[in-house]
């Protein structure tokens, strides 16, 4: 079988080393002779992977015993609910920017449980950069923003200054660069852009943080409940955090400045082309752009539909946008090798040539 160039938004591709250790695990999970999806949580064996999970966690992020680290499930989505309920205060006012789709939610969500303030936003122009120069209001119980807006290809590479404890939604650029943990009150991610499979998600928390929080919440919806047990106040996405360590494993063997410099080169390379080739154009603000999800067009639309054949033809897969953006997206997450992005790149060439 010829390799396919998998180019998917997420869930996404994942290095082979953590494929192979799952298929292995799935047949004889750590030497019990159990799959992996067959034995207690409880096991000896699996809490062990939820102990290298946490910590490679916090090495990567470096940060000390005053974060949290938690494994959750809900994805994301359900971090737009928890983040609020467990941190907006009854007479409080929540932070938010709008970069997006995935922010947009979180605004609606956070809604629920108080007042919130959009600091800003770029819908104005059809999400295509990131927004600037806003101030956060001293009194708000937190910041919102979404590190990377993975619909529409724009990347936060820097931060507010501020007082105001920081919550990011980096579900779609996590641990593809070293990034200051410091700066954060609270980091989550859905684990299937850049992380694992989907099924598990990571919360990091500042414990000055989860001191803030006030009003009764719900057991399952509390993250201090889970956190005391860690990760395991009831059975939890077994499969999803064993190939996450994997996959953090395998990230940490790499390094996170020299995955910098790999995906800097992936993003370059691509860009370059998009600026180049004639029939291709790029569809947010330069400065903006995203590491991790390239958003582009045909400057003919009505040529679409026929590259799209040939990237097939070329074993280029996931290429298209999002249904509710349209055009080309090409997702150049940690685990897409160089090769990959060249040949996407031999692809569009290809294409020139045809139409010349
Ligand atoms: C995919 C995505 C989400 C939603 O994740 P789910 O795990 O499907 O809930 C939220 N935020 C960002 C930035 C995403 O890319």
Redesign the pocket.
């Given at each position: 079988m010829s390799k396919i160039h998998n180019f998917s938004?997420?869930p996404a591709i994942l290095p082979s080393s953590a494929i192979e250790a799952s298929i292995e695990a799935l047949k004889d999970f750590a030497g019990t002779g159990l799959s992996l999806i067959e034995i207690s949580h409880r096991s000896k064996e699996y809490e062990a992977v939820v102990a290298e999970a946490t910590q490679l966690v916090k090495d990567l992020l470096k940060v000390g015993d005053n974060y949290e680290v938690v494994f959750l499930q809900?994805?994301?989505?359900?971090?737009?609910d928890m983040v609020p309920m467990n941190f907006l205060n009854d007479g409080q006012k929540a932070a938010y920017l709008n970069t997006?789709v995935?922010?947009k939610?979180?605004i609606k969500e956070a809604g629920f449980f108080g007042q919130v303030e959009v600091v800003a936003s770029s819908e104005d122009k059809n999400y295509s950069y990131i927004p600037k120069g806003y101030s956060i209001p001293n009194d708000a119980a937190y910041f919102h923003c979404?590190?990377?807006?993975?619909?529409y290809g724009t990347e936060m590479f820097e931060y507010p200054q501020t007082n105001v404890p920081i919550v990011c939604?980096?579900?779609?650029d996590i641990f593809s660069r070293p990034i200051d943990a410091s700066k954060f009150a609270m980091i989550y991610?859905?684990?299937?852009?850049n992380m694992g499979p989907?099924g598990a998600?990571l919360a990091v928390i500042r414990k000055d943080f989860l001191a803030t929080i006030k009003r009764k919440i719900p057991t399952m919806l509390d993250y201090r409940i889970h956190i005391e047990n860690g990760s395991m106040y009831n059975t939890p996405s077994v499969f999803a955090i064993f190939v996450t360590m994997h996959t953090l494993r395998w990230i940490k063997s790499i390094g996170l400045e020299a995955m910098e410099s790999r995906n800097k080169e992936k993003a370059d390379l691509l860009y370059a082309e998009i600026d180049r080739n004639p029939l291709f154009k790029g569809t947010v603000n330069v400065e903006d752009r995203s590491r991790m999800n390239v958003n582009f067009v045909l400057n003919d639309p009505s040529l679409e539909e026929e590259f799209f054949k040939l990237c097939k033809s070329h074993n280029l897969s996931g290429l298209k946008g999002h249904r509710s953006v349209g055009g080309l997206r090409a997702s150049l997450y940690n685990a897409l090798e160089i090769e990959s992005v060249q040949a996407l790149v031999n692809a569009m060439q290809a294409f020139e040539k045809i139409k010349s």
């Open positions: 938004a997420g809900g994805g994301a989505s359900l971090q737009f997006g995935w922010a939610r979180a979404t590190s990377n807006n993975t619909i939604d980096m579900s779609s991610a859905g684990a299937q852009k989907a998600t």
